[in-house]
């Protein structure tokens, strides 16, 4: 029996001056927790120190009503306490992760308990980090708290009695038992009875177990039941321990004093009534305690009634209950509920009650044996609901003896529809997904999971038997309302396609799978809780990332299909969200089966833009705007005219303004694009070169050059948009101006008084632009001057495109380039880069269908060099290595343009 690890919080990221976070080294009613301080920054790391290494099993944490963390990671360290000195320096294991609600059902003034079984590791150290806050209006300051963390395992350090006959080694094996967890030690027991309550009652169950072995059956039905009605009045005196905090600190030290005086004649009386010295036996076996009492259920006086003390308080300031304590009582007590005389809400607050007397019927008969003589003690008593609830389960499946808890068999019907599975699998896998305990699902999911990894081609069953066989079982699985089972159902899912079905399973097996988890998940997609919707999404966004189901186009082609005004706003909200999150991911295609073609993008958006919910007409307005910067065209004609009566709407009037920003962006590239032209015009003896002209322009930091038009066809660029100006083409001569200086007219405005108002230069560094007109220009590559390349090339731009040796024109693309960006060319920019791969050994763009030939005959690229596309040699990364590779004095051998340069021997290179 795991029982509560005792730990010491030894570090916290902030806190709260009033809540520190040594809040967390104690449980009780009284306890405040921990805050982390306003406007933190996250995540927030909170590190527990245990007392002991322990084998931890399980954990448990409770949050605020409204300072409530998005999700809860868990980290462990098993090294020795006594050497980590700084917590600095601890090594830390991911465990997992657990998601906290955000609270909204509950108006935010209940507070959430989750309990969380881990895999059994020892653990020293445990390292809990709280991420971004949930927001809502009571949390204004962006805060995060935990009320309470309880940690359930097992001392390593236990040593078992060597005698087991005896009655120490056989209460060791009870209390150790590890699949059994005290409902005492739970944190919802820990945090509203009592301090001293609870402890009498921890100790009663260790006197209960041992009473069993001595076969003293009376005496344990006695604790058994004293046990029950001593957590109730803990409760009680845990109510009246608030109240009496809040009169500290509202400074009413009278009803301070009362409520002290309450609650010690309250135990007192409690603690004489159920006779709880007599049988805790301290001073040895009590005869009394086996004596059988026929009606101990009954008692003559009402303990649980409110105790009145001379000079009390009047009914009404009973009744008056801060509201800081609504949220501190226990869950085990209705928080509001009308009496049926008055219809005032009980606060939960004592209160003394005249002249009601009389019993009442017990409306469930779970509730247990409850005392119902008056009104207030049916109004007090502890409600059966959380016995019923599925977040609580857990508890009666612990109560269950293992003989009892058994998986369900399989009827004729079942075997039947399960044949191909249990051929598979093993009928007693199948078992369990059939079974009615959510214990035995999650067992099989895990035990599919592990055969889908452990899957080997020599197994007797083929890949596409396995596949329809676990689809079948996944999809069951699926479709569990118990929120743990369909989220391990969504793993299996998600690890099936990414894991198994690559290289295995055929495309129609892949098909047959999607047609069939599909219409689940569009439905769970749908659903009003936000953690089994995002799950949904989260599998068939993976799903549809997978190659071989992306290859099919079946999830984009279901999910692109137009709303309609009557599909709830949840379902039409999740679709447009995945349609927006394939758009981003894959694109728009232009295969009319893809389901991602503008025409039916558009089409889908247009049918959300309409919907009654405001958030799917903005995702739907998101989604139009994608389109429209790959086909403006078709947006415009499947929307309204754009005039003055379509922009009253103010849906249409946003839309248009985004498409509006989306137009001037274009001006302004058509504007860049005419700029860059202008300072590229060729010479009158360029004109008549049949080459195209290359644009340089810079893009991540790299220079590089792109094939343009050639300058016998102006006229065709001219009506394409480009506005050239005819006195900007001006011969290459030297002017004398006013001055008598000389300038450079090339591709230059020239005023009236003969001065240059323009860059003389049409490619240029970016030093040439801050130089004097008059000092000579060169290349920006090979840094050769103009008058050398003027020797050998007619102008410029036809040095780029023939003769400048640090430059090369793509095989594939005709495109100018680098020779240092070649291979980043050929692998990201170029129009044939899915012809492409790069080698993992040299790093070389090779084509795909060769790299098999390659990769035997390539050599390692070291470290610190880069590698020559021409050669294929390391070049060891220094300054100007492109340069003195490409033109040094030994210069790359299948640098062709080398031969072709024909630089006079005058000639100086800048470097």
């Not at 009389?358 to 469930?364: A, I, M, Q, V």
């Not at 019923?388 to 003989?403: A, M």
């Not at 005219?641 to 249409?652: A, C, G, S």
Request: with cysteine.
């Amino acid at each position: 029996m795991p029982k509560p690890v005792h730990f010491t919080a030894i570090f916290a990221t902030s806190e709260d001056a009033k809540y520190r976070y040594a809040e967390l080294n104690t449980h009780g009613p009284i306890v405040k927790g921990w805050q982390s301080e306003k406007n933190c920054q996250y995540p927030q790391e909170i590190i527990l120190k245990l007392d002991t290494r322990c084998e931890m099993s399980k954990i448990q944490i409770l949050s605020h009503q409204f300072m409530i963390p998005s999700k809860v990671e868990l980290f462990l360290n098993n090294d020795d306490i006594d050497i980590i000195k700084d917590v600095a320096n601890i090594n830390w294991e991911y465990l997992g992760y657990i998601t906290l609600s955000t609270n909204e059902s509950t108006e935010f003034k209940s507070r959430e308990l989750k309990s969380a079984s881990v895999p059994k590791k020892n653990v020293t150290f445990l390292k809990i980090n709280l991420l971004n806050n949930h927001f809502n209006c009571l949390n204004e300051y962006n805060q995060v708290s935990l009320i309470a963390i309880n940690i359930l395992g097992k001392d390593i350090n236990l040593q078992r009695p060597t005698n087991s006959d005896n009655d120490e080694g056989k209460i060791f094996d009870i209390l150790n038992d590890p699949d059994y967890y005290s409902p005492y030690d739970d944190l919802a027991f820990l945090m509203y009875v009592d301090v001293d309550v609870a402890k009498i009652i921890q100790e009663m169950e260790i006197k209960k177990h041992l009473a069993v072995i001595h076969e003293r059956f009376e005496y344990a039905r006695k604790l058994k039941i004293t046990m029950t009605k001593l957590r109730v009045a803990g409760e009680k005196l845990a109510k009246y321990e608030l109240e009496k905090r809040y009169a500290i600190d509202v400074e009413d030290y009278e009803k301070a004093r009362h409520k002290k005086n309450q609650m010690e004649q309250f135990r007192s009386e409690i603690y004489e009534e159920l006779c709880i010295e007599q049988l805790m036996e301290y001073n040895g076996v009590c005869r009394k305690n086996d004596e059988y009492q026929e009606e101990i259920d009954s008692q003559n006086k009402n303990l649980l009634s409110p105790v009145l003390t001379k000079g009390g308080y009047s009914d009404k300031d009973r009744r008056s209950v801060s509201p800081h304590l609504n949220s501190q009582i226990s869950p085990l007590h209705t928080t509001k509920h009308q009496s049926p005389k008055t219809g005032s809400p009980n606060t939960g607050s004592p209160t003394n009650i005249h002249s009601r007397g009389g019993s009442f019927r017990r409306r469930n008969k779970s509730a247990g044996a409850i005392v119902k003589s008056t009104y207030e003690m049916y109004e007090e008593k502890p409600l059966p609901a959380l016995r019923h609830s599925q977040t609580n389960e857990f508890l009666r499946e612990c109560h269950l003896e293992p003989d009892h808890k058994v998986t369900s068999k399989l009827t004729e019907r079942e075997k039947k529809q399960a044949a191909l599975p249990i051929l598979l699998f093993g009928n007693d896998l199948v078992e369990k997904f059939y079974s009615k305990h959510y214990c035995d699902k999650e067992d099989g999911l895990n035990s599919l999971k592990d055969e889908l990894l452990t899957y080997d081609t020599n197994k007797l069953h083929v890949p596409n038997k396995i596949a329809r066989g676990a689809i079948f079982l996944l999809h069951r699985a699926l479709r569990d309302k118990v929120f743990s089972v369909y989220n391990l159902a969504n793993e299996v899912i998600r690890l099936f396609f990414v894991q198994f079905v690559p290289g295995r399973v055929t495309q129609a097996e892949v098909a047959r799978s999607v047609d069939k988890l599909l219409p689940e998940l569009l439905t769970k997609s749908g659903d009003t809780s936000q953690r089994i919707n995002q799950m949904a999404v989260h599998t068939i966004l993976t799903m549809a990332d997978c190659k071989s189901v992306r290859e099919l186009h079946i999830i984009p082609v279901h999910l692109s299909r137009p709303v309609n005004n009557s599909t709830h706003p949840r379902l039409a909200l999740s679709r447009a969200e995945m349609v927006e999150q394939l758009i981003i991911n894959h694109g728009i295609s232009t295969e009319k089966q893809s389901g991602l073609t503008c025409r039916t993008l558009a089409e889908f958006g247009l049918s959300g833009l309409h919907h009654p919910a405001e958030p799917v007409r903005k995702v739907s307005e998101r989604i139009l705007v994608l389109v429209y910067r790959v086909n403006p065209r078709l947006v415009r004609k499947q929307l309204p005219p754009d005039d003055d009566i379509t922009r009253r709407n103010l849906l249409y009037r946003q839309l248009f303004h985004e498409f509006d920003k989306i137009d001037v962006e274009r001006k302004k590239e058509m504007l860049e694009k005419n700029r860059v032209l202008q300072q590229t015009q060729l010479s009158p003896t360029d004109c008549i070169s049949p080459e195209p002209v290359p644009v340089v322009f810079q893009q991540n930091g790299k220079i590089e050059l792109s094939k343009c038009p050639s300058a016998n066809n102006l006229k065709t660029i001219t009506n394409e948009g480009f506005q050239v100006d005819s006195d900007q083409q001006k011969s290459h001569a030297l002017m004398k101006s006013q001055s008598g200086t000389a300038v450079h007219t090339n591709g230059s405005n020239v005023t009236n008084n003969g001065q240059s108002s323009s860059s003389a230069s049409a490619i240029s560094s970016p030093s040439n632009t801050s130089q004097k007109e008059e000092e000579e220009k060169h290349c920006i590559f090979c840094k050769q001057t103009e008058t050398s390349i003027f020797l050998v090339n007619n102008s410029m731009n036809s040095h780029y495109w023939r003769s400048c040796p640090m430059l090369i024109r793509c095989k594939e693309c005709s495109q100018v380039v680098e020779v240092s960006t070649l291979t980043e060319h050929l692998l990201v920019e170029c129009e044939q880069k899915e012809r492409y791969t790069q080698c993992t050994i040299c790093s070389e763009a090779v084509k795909s269908d060769k790299i098999q030939e390659h990769q035997p005959h390539c050599k390692d690229l070291a470290e610190t060099c880069n590698r020559c596309p021409l050669c294929h040699e390391n070049i060891e990364i220094v300054e100007n290595c492109w340069t003195n590779h490409l033109m040094g004095p030994k210069p790359c051998t299948k640098n062709a343009r080398i031969k072709t340069s024909r630089l006079p021997k005058h000639v100086k290179i800048k470097g």
